[in-house]
């Protein structure tokens, strides 16, 4: 089966918590965190194996997949404790308690040394034994075999060399010590011991002891179970029989003794101090930073224990009175010790992103880490695109999270990191519905404007159908498309008006460059859904306005040319001023204008038919008929007040600067238009020679267009009045009766 990507991943895991209840969403099946982490295992398992991906997978890191899945489980394990644990139980003790006993009512009334213990049993599952040694029968065999071919050939220089006795003190007594393959076994031994010791398996770790012949060494490691007597205390399935030391605080100082002993093995020492709680010895033999963790929680847990066992468990009849713990670090100090670490590499995964994670969970301190994660998100930007898609992917979970099991997490924290994840989604081109879902999360006015923000990001190309399903998926995921809708125009405008610069005025019907076709298709967004259909014409007025400034009649008519018939056709029907419903007429009608205009000078560029003599005339009426209709819809538009709207500020400005760039134009081009088809449609010269009327009608002033405040554009009516000067020298010339027209 194809992997998805790790985002639609946790997607569907998001999803599938995200309506859970507080129980469900910290039980330990169903358990949010824990279902992230199922989704890291999942990834892991994927990345190490061989089977082919159809969607490549954008992290094939198994050690970051599983040190995630290792932080969700932390997560889950103590948010359960704090949320749903307690009242810890503080039953008063029973005269015949055990020292087993003793030691789990201390821990259940202790919500320091519960929360201990789960951390020390989630580092015991992330640090199995590695180093597994086979088993040997027989007890030291190399060194016995030794000692008896000595002794057979009675060599005494050997006995500097070995040692002359088989006990396990022998070694260390000196003089001489054991064969190097014995010594070598035992090495490797004490290493597996301790291993299997730090990951929580002692019983392995004695089975192991009695399989390799020393039965000896399994007794002193049992040493360190507490006692239980099934006669005094309540039996359980676990506990069949009396186990365990009655006299384990001797045993823990005799312990204690031997993890400080510097003549033995290291991990000998470190087997004694991981039992016993000594510190110095087991973060001795301690590579990493898990590992090191391990021994400063394993320390404090044994210390608080031993601290509180003597507190309220005094001597008796049947048990030694508890040693009290040696004093040792808090977590908090252990943490920054580990920060500081001369160890090689310690120092450098103290600060990896899943380690500060861990830590802040059992430091409590969750929401002052995604507090720094928020101000460092330029930082994080740097780093390569898939490491940086992927912690912004786990830090905006752990928001998430915080928020189902409601750990509060200010917003000003929590925002910057959605937005941040929100906006790598759509940079990885996940689905809408993908991205609906995440910026939903934000707050409102936030989630309305990062997904306004993806759906800016869609390919130009895609689909009107495309775009529309884009843009409802919002609706599921509490989002108003309409509110979605007017924040996407907004931002096209906000990022692509500013790059239009003034321009030579381009034909009507050029093509658009990218800048004008994102514009254009902007105002798509808004034609989608009834609730926008006002601010679509009133958006609409706004681009036609800006183009026109800018020259771009192009744009302009493609722009009006992509209103939905049915948006056009409800305009009285919507709720607009009437100063909008007026200025999206006036700008069809100018268009409509233009476009009888054209078809005028198509027909008449076409040029006279050189066939039959009911062909010439069919193009003479078809010439006059169009010249006919562009001089009445142009005489129409500027006997309306074209543009002359009640506006202010900006708009009035504009519509000014219109008025006075386009008049102009459109006179102009008229009377060249009817000049030039005179030749076909002899009264159209009277028409043009009519014309100057009424640009000197006061009631319309339209001869105030053809200047402008700063004198610019003065010579514009100068040089109209030599085109019609021109003209009605032609009429002259022609002797034709011309001024007809002017005497209607």
């Not at 005799?254 to 709680?277: F, S």
């Not at 056709?569 to 054209?598: C, G, K, P, Q, T």
């Not at 010249?627 to 006997?639: G, K, P, Q």
Request: proline share 5%.
């Amino acid at each position: 089966m194809p992997a998805v990507s790790s985002f639609e991943a946790f997607a569907d895991a998001y999803r599938a918590v995200r309506d859970l209840g507080a129980d469900a969403l910290l039980d330990g099946e169903t358990g949010a965190a824990l279902v992230f982490a199922d989704v890291c295992a999942e990834r892991a398992r994927l990345a190490a194996s061989s089977e082919p991906h159809i969607v490549p997978l954008d992290d094939a890191d198994v050690h970051e997949w599983n040190a995630e899945q290792h932080t969700w489980t932390l997560f889950h394990l103590l948010f359960a404790e704090r949320i749903l644990g307690g009242p810890y139980d503080d039953t008063p003790r029973s005269a015949y308690e055990t020292p087993l006993a003793a030691v789990q009512r201390v821990i259940a009334a202790s919500p320091e040394l519960t929360e201990l213990k789960i951390i020390r049993e989630w580092l015991e599952d992330i640090l199995p034994a590695q180093h597994a040694v086979e088993v040997r029968k027989g007890y030291l065999v190399f060194t016995r075999n030794r000692l008896r071919a000595d002794r057979r050939i009675s060599t005494g220089g050997q006995k500097g060399r070995i040692v002359q006795q088989l006990d396990p003190d022998a070694s260390v007594r000196g003089p001489g010590g054991w064969d190097a393959e014995d010594a070598s076994y035992e090495r490797a031994l004490t290493r597996n011991l301790f291993e299997y010791t730090r990951a929580g398996q002692l019983d392995l770790a004695l089975d192991l002891c009695v399989q390799t012949s020393q039965p000896w060494r399994a007794a002193s490691l049992r040493g360190a179970m507490f006692y239980h007597d099934p006669a005094l205390a309540e039996p359980t399935p676990e506990l069949q029989g009396a186990l365990g030391n009655r006299n384990r605080a001797t045993w823990r100082t005799v312990a204690r003794k031997a993890a400080l002993n510097t003549a033995l093995d290291p991990y000998e020492r470190a087997l004694y101090g991981a039992l016993c709680g000594e510190l110095s010895s087991v973060l001795a033999v301690s590579d990493t930073w898990s590992e090191r963790l391990w021994a400063h929680v394993n320390s404090r847990f044994a210390s608080v224990l031993e601290k509180k066992l003597a507190e309220n468990t005094p001597a008796d009849w049947w048990w030694d009175s508890p040693a009290a713990g040696e004093p040792v670090d808090s977590l908090d100090a252990a943490f920054d010790r580990l920060a500081q670490s001369g160890a090689p590499g310690v120092q450098a995964q103290a600060s990896a992103p899943y380690h500060m994670a861990q830590r802040a969970v059992i430091t409590r301190a969750v929401p002052e880490l995604l507090e720094r994660v928020a101000s460092r998100l330029p930082e994080l930007a740097a780093l390569a695109p898939p490491q940086h898609a992927r912690l912004l992917r786990f830090f905006a979970h752990v928001v998430l999270y915080c928020r189902l099991v409601e750990v509060h997490v200010p917003e000003a924290s929590a925002a910057p990191i959605l937005s941040a994840y929100v906006d790598i989604l759509q940079r990885a081109q996940e689905s809408s519905e993908l991205v609906a879902l995440y910026a939903s999360s934000l707050d409102v006015r936030d989630a309305h404007v990062s997904y306004a923000t993806y759906l800016c990001k869609m390919d130009t190309d895609a689909s009107l159908v495309d775009r529309r399903q884009a843009l409802l998926q919002a609706q599921p995921h509490d989002l108003d498309p309409a509110v979605v809708a007017r924040c996407t125009v907004a931002a096209e405008i906000a990022e692509h008006i500013p790059t239009l610069n003034e321009e030579t005025q381009r034909d009507w019907d050029a093509s658009l460059n990218a800048t004008e076709r994102r514009l254009v298709l902007a105002i798509d967004w808004l034609t989608f859904l009834p609730e926008t259909y006002a601010d679509a014409i009133i958006r609409a007025n706004e681009l036609l306005r800006v183009f026109m400034v800018t020259g771009r009649l192009h744009a302009a008519h493609s722009l009006l040319q992509r209103l939905p018939s049915e948006l056009l056709s409800n305009v009285a029907m919507l709720d607009l001023a009437e100063d909008i419903v007026v200025e999206l007429d006036h700008w069809r009608s100018y268009f409509d204008v233009l476009d009888r205009s054209v078809r005028a000078r198509g027909l008449w560029s076409d040029g006279l038919p050189a066939a039959s003599r009911n062909a010439r005339h069919q193009w003479q009426d078809a010439i006059a008929s169009a010249t006919d209709a562009a001089r009445t819809a142009t005489i129409e538009l500027l006997e309306l007040d074209w543009l002359k709207i009640d506006a202010e500020g900006a708009r009035a400005s504009e519509l000014a600067l219109i008025r006075r760039r386009y008049i102009p134009e459109i006179i102009m081009s008229l009377h060249l238009m009817l000049v030039d088809t005179s030749v076909a449609v002899p009264e159209n010269l009277g028409h043009a020679l009519a014309l100057p009327n009424l640009v000197a009608d006061e009631r319309l002033r339209l001869y105030a267009e053809f200047s402008s405040p700063d004198g610019a554009r003065e010579n514009q009516l100068v040089g109209y009045l030599e085109q019609v000067r021109a003209a009605a020298l032609v009429a002259m010339d022609r002797r034709q009766d011309v001024f007809a027209p002017l005497l209607m």
